[in-house]
C-alpha cells in the first residue's frame, strides 16, 4: 500500500479483510483512503446498490465491497483505474 496507494482495489480488499475480522479501526481507515483517493466509484457504488457504505450493517457493507470489486472487473493498476456501473458504462478514476 505504501508503493502504490492509489490502487484502490488493494483498498477495498484490505477493507474486507479489516470487515471480516471485525477490525473497526483499520475498516474505517481503509474506507478513508477509499473515499479520498476514488470518491466517483463510492458515488456510483451507492447508486447502483440502492444505499450507501454503512459500518452499522458489517454484512451489507462486505456485500457492497465485493460489488465494487466486481465493478472494477479486476483492475489492480494503480494509475489507470477504470470501473463500470450497473449500465455497463465504464468510468476512469483521476488517481
Do not use: F, K
Not at 470487515?19 to 481503509?30: D, H, P, Y
Request: a positive charge; one cysteine or more; charged letters at 30%.
Amino acid at each position: 500500500m505504501e508503493d502504490s496507494p492509489g490502487r484502490i482495489s488493494a483498498w477495498v480488499n484490505l477493507a474486507l479483510v479489516a470487515a471480516r475480522a471485525g477490525q473497526r479501526g483499520e475498516l474505517r481507515r481503509c474506507l478513508r483512503a477509499i473515499a479520498e483517493r476514488a470518491p466517483s466509484l463510492l458515488r456510483d457504488l451507492a447508486h447502483d446498490r440502492g444505499r450507501g457504505l454503512s459500518l452499522s450493517d458489517p454484512d451489507a457493507l462486505v456485500e457492497d465491497l465485493e460489488h465494487s470489486l466486481r465493478m472494477m472487473r479486476g483492475n489492480r493498476s494503480s494509475r489507470m483505474v477504470t470501473y463500470y456501473t450497473a449500465d455497463g458504462v465504464p468510468h476512469v478514476l483521476d488517481t
